[in-house]
């Protein structure tokens, strides 16, 4: 009788023990099969990018030349989500880069902040209904030097910072190039140090004693092209065309293009190439442009299949 006893509890142990593994089995996969379910309709993309550039030469060097030290650095992510008609693409690019010649402060060569998000509906193959947010801004002061290599202060973080929505329609008609139409655009304009006016009168068209400018009425073109078009060669571009419908005339309207090449040399070197154009007239009257070439190192992680 007693053995029959220590049988069953043994059994009934047992048996307690082994639904609790198999339960622990059970909910682990479960959980495992619902990350991969949610999971799987996102496409992740993550790079960053460090460049050096030295120069030295001696006192004597009858060439002529500038002793210099540059740095630059970018980094870039992406991550879109589709599942179905419904899609929501989200972009975010950060670059600064500094120089310092013998003689002169440092200075900058690059600084960058940008962020985009976009949601999206299909209404049919190569068209969807679309609602987006973009942002825009700096890391650090910049400024224009005069002679002596003294600078007055013409731009810094959130001065100015533009953040500009959009409802419309997105043409895209293969995976490498998309066309946003906004003709509801509202955009905000911020200008965040008032001692900015000195120096830029326009002071990026924010009304004097304000820190935000709100145009509400405004049409937005908004076109990106990104291809490979060599295992060893990239090219990003986006084009930004703003109109205020208040203001509307030819001179008035805002344009912005911004190009990357990537030429990869080996898995981690790689050459860039990058050009900024502007043409705003609440900055200058005439056409803006900012230009970088560099070797350096980029690195790269993505779960694109």
Do not use: C
């Amino acid at each position: 009788m007693k053995k029959i006893f220590t049988i069953i509890i043994s059994l009934t142990f047992g048996y307690h023990s082994f639904s609790q593994d198999l339960t622990s089995a059970i909910v682990v996969d479960s959980l495992a099969q619902l990350v991969v379910k949610d999971t799987s309709y996102w496409t992740n993309e993550f790079s960053v990018g460090l460049n050096f550039n030295q120069a030295a030469f001696s006192g004597n060097w009858k060439a002529g030349g500038v002793n210099s030290v540059a740095f630059g650095s970018i980094a870039a992510g992406k991550a879109n989500y589709a599942k179905g008609k419904l899609s929501w693409d989200n972009q975010l690019e950060l670059m600064y880069g500094i120089v310092k010649n013998e003689g002169q402060q440092v200075r900058k060569s690059n600084d960058r902040i940008f962020f985009d998000s976009k949601v999206g509906y299909k209404a049919s193959k190569n068209w969807s209904y679309f609602g987006s947010l973009n942002f825009m801004t700096q890391f650090t002061d910049g400024f224009e030097y005069g002679p002596d290599d003294q600078r007055s202060l013409i731009s810094g973080f959130f001065s100015p910072a533009f953040l500009t929505s959009g409802i419309g329609m997105e043409y895209k008609p293969n995976k490498d190039f998309a066309l946003r139409i906004a003709p509801f655009s509202p955009r905000f304009t911020f200008v965040s140090d008032p001692t900015i006016i000195q120096n830029v009168p326009t002071n990026y068209g924010v009304p004097v004693g304000q820190k935000v400018r709100t145009e509400w009425l405004a049409l937005q073109l908004y076109a990106t092209y990104d291809k490979e078009i060599t295992e060893n060669l990239t090219v990003k571009s986006r084009y930004q065309m703003f109109a205020n419908y208040e203001t509307l005339a030819f001179k008035t309207i805002d344009h912005r293009l911004d190009v990357t090449l990537i030429a990869k040399i080996t898995r981690f070197v790689d050459v860039t190439f990058t050009s900024i154009n502007v043409y705003d007239l609440d900055m200058d009257p005439g056409i803006q442009y900012s230009q970088a070439l560099a070797l350096g190192i980029l690195y790269k992680v993505s779960n694109k299949k």
